[in-house]
């Protein structure tokens, strides 16, 4: 029996070669985009999930309020926070407490930069249980002037030889004792790193970090009993705060909010200061299964649609089997059969798909997917259940419509499509059609934002620029190489400026200081700023405007003592005539300083973000970046000469830079991506759509032949033959399109609303998506439709 539903089945598709293809194309492109963005979900979405015991750690988030106003929101917060907790709450069983510090460490003749290395407190391994391959990583971290590395890092270090005893000399000076080395992390975490010294050495040299609440800038992490409320646990927070520290932040009227942040879900979730990378975005990730979800069902659609189109031509088929003894569950088994040899077929295709561009989709998204894959079960459950979802939610209404027909109407020639399911292939339609214009919208949005965003005046020259890493390893005559480093390179007349700086555009200011207000102010008036030091040359370099006052000038003798704030600090301390505020003192950290200019606002971080308050402070010797402003031409060899005097100028280090606008335009990177996802994916779906139209239109001019011929002989012209049968699915479509609107407007309002500088939600970029869908769909049925229309109506009247 099976045999012969399988040779009826195989006879049925190819007989019906031009539905059959477009079923098994359309099937297979929606399954293997379907497969491609789960890879890319599955990766996003498993962050950290490799740890034993990960859904009981949290790492402690802090607000800091000043007067009631959030003043800045933090990764890394308090010192103290994770240690009071483990001090007065049994719950938690161990904490982590860590501070990022970069470092050169020189093995033999190799320097080597190590910019992910961490201070980290003793319980690090019991919070973060990576396998130790050498040592031991009980107390590994206790004594001060210890260090565990990876066995990636001590490869690099050592080789083959045994790391543990060794020593590591970090920046020419301290070294540390290898007491551990931990397998690598994976690429899914956002702590990576290569090397953690003991926290306990950042207490031996500042003794105060141990219990400090004023001093950001430290990750706390805690695991907490297994069962334990996290909720209820955060309810406690406060009752420890007002304890320790209570009585200060009164004094001062400032408030400080500690909340949890599942371990899982910093990756996706978490966008504060002093985040360890630029983590992804939960919202994307989801949109994305949303898209694959719409390109599959799509799919599937058509095949419904074009099976239960073609439900006439098979119903007599259906009821000479009937007559020869076929029960139903028989005719059902037969269509069900043909719907699964349907999506076998597909899923192979589907397959050869996948693999072909797993390279090309790694490139779009940025993000690595190998062909590991074809090694994970999950892989391969996922596959089978969408042969099997596929099978039966595409095979199955048909074959009950096919099924149920009766023999005796059938054989007489008295079949005819019911309302009801005309009715459902039109709605149907209508869905595919929405889910394109829908996602043609989001193409649009997400193109139109990310240009508004790169077109903008972001208020500072980030044009030829190379940003250098500053050096680690220095010594007393640092002040004196960074001048004679200079001036080499000003004496070039391919450098056109430098200026050094603790920070650079496109980066949040590491500095965060609190308890900042004008000397007149009290205590309870003191709010934080990001702080931004700099050498004299920073405000020409960069073409930093001055709306008031001045900029540093050597001029006018020792200028550190001065300060320069922007437009939004101005506003932040209390005024707006920027006038009004030069010459006035600040307390800051118990020195004061004197107001001397009034830059304007210009764009530190990308436009995502509104203009934060900044204050410029004069430090001739920063060392954190080099800004260069190079002649393009000849650009390696000048990268060369750069390096050379680098090197020369700071030996033991290493040469690291940048292209600041490259380096800036990574903070678009993630809507980049989505863009170009949505774009590639919105193709695809209106193309999977296009070709479930082209299928029913090509049906619905064979079943109307005859009526077309009977018009043409009454006169009707091509046009009007034309008309007549595209009134019908251009009606669908703009009923499509008159539901995705609204859709879309609703959805993308509330991306947008992600952006502190965005564009307006207007009319024609949700009309446009649907009139261009419209357009595609009709020229894609055009040949079929135009056909009908030119045909002999002799030859209409013989058809049949």
Known sequence: MFRNYLVTALRSLLRQKAFSFINIIGLAIGLAACLLIIQYARFELSYEKFLPG???????????????????????????????????????????????????????????????????????????????????????????????????????????????GKTITVNSGQGFKVTAVIEDQPRNTHLKFGVLVSFATYISWQPEVDDAWWWDGFLNYVKLEEGTSASAFEAKIPTLVEARIGERNREVNHEMIFSLQPLADIHLYSHLMHETEQGGDGDTVYALLGIGFFIILIAWINYVNLATARSINRAREVGVRKVMGSYKRQLVGQ????????????????????????????????????????????????????????????????????????????????????????????????????????LMAGTLIVTKQLGFMKSQDLGVDIDQTLVIKGPNVTDSTYTERLTAFKNTLLAQTTVKSMTASSSVPGRQPNWNAGGI?????????????????????FIDAYGLEIVAGRKFSKEFGTETTNVIFNETALRWIGFDDPEDLLGNKIEFWGDQYTVIGIAKDYYQQSLKESHEPLIFRLIPDAGQFYSIKLNTANLQSNIEMVKEEYLSSFPGNVFEYFFLDDYFNQQYASEQT?????????????????????????????????????????????????????REFLLLIVISSVLAIPLSWLVYQGWLDNFANRIDLSPWLLLVPGLAVAAVALLASASQTIRAAKLDPAKSLRHE
């Open 517 to 537: 207000r004008l000397v007149t102010q009290a205590d309870s008036e003191a709010k934080q700023y990001r702080i931004v030091g700099m050498d004299y040359d």
């Open 335 to 438: 269509f069900m059969l043909e719907s699964a040899l349907t999506n076998l077929v597909a899923v192979a295709i589907a397959l050869v798909i996948v693999l072909a561009a797993t390279p090309y989709f790694s490139e779009l998204t940025g993000q690595q997917v190998s062909y590991a894959f074809l090694a994970d079960a999950y892989f391969w459950f996922v596959l089978l259940a969408f042969f099997a979802g596929g099978s039966i939610l595409s095979g199955l209404y048909p074959s009950f419509v096919l099924a149920r027909f009766q023999p005796a109407s059938v054989l007489k020639g008295k079949m005819s499509t019911s309302p009801r399911g005309i009715l459902l292939r039109k709605g149907l339609v209508i869905l595919q059609m929405t889910a394109s214009v829908f």
């Open 674 to 726: 989505f863009g170009k996802v949505v774009a590639l994916f919105s193709g695809l779906s209106i193309f999977v759509a296009c070709l479930g139209l082209i299928g029913l239109t090509s049906f619905s001019a064979s079943m109307r032949t005859k009526e077309i011929g009977i018009r043409k002989v009454l006169g009707a012209s091509e046009r009007t033959i034309l008309g007549l049968l595209t």
């Open 54 to 164: 990960y859904q009981n750690v949290y790492r402690l988030r802090l607000d800091r309020y000043n007067n009631g106003e959030l003043g800045s929101q933090w990764a890394a917060g308090a010192s103290a926070i994770g240690k009071a907790l483990k001090e007065e709450f049994p719950e938690v069983v161990s904490y982590a407490r860590l501070s990022h510090w970069g470092f050169t460490v020189k093995i033999g003749d190799k320097v080597f930069k190590e910019e992910n290395s961490f201070f980290a407190s003793d319980d690090f391994l019991k919070v973060f249980p990576y396998k130790v391959v050498a040592g031991s990583g009980e107390n590994a971290l206790k004594e001060p002037f210890t260090a565990i590395i990876t066995q990636s890092t001590a490869s690099k270090y050592f080789g083959e030889e045994e790391a543990v």
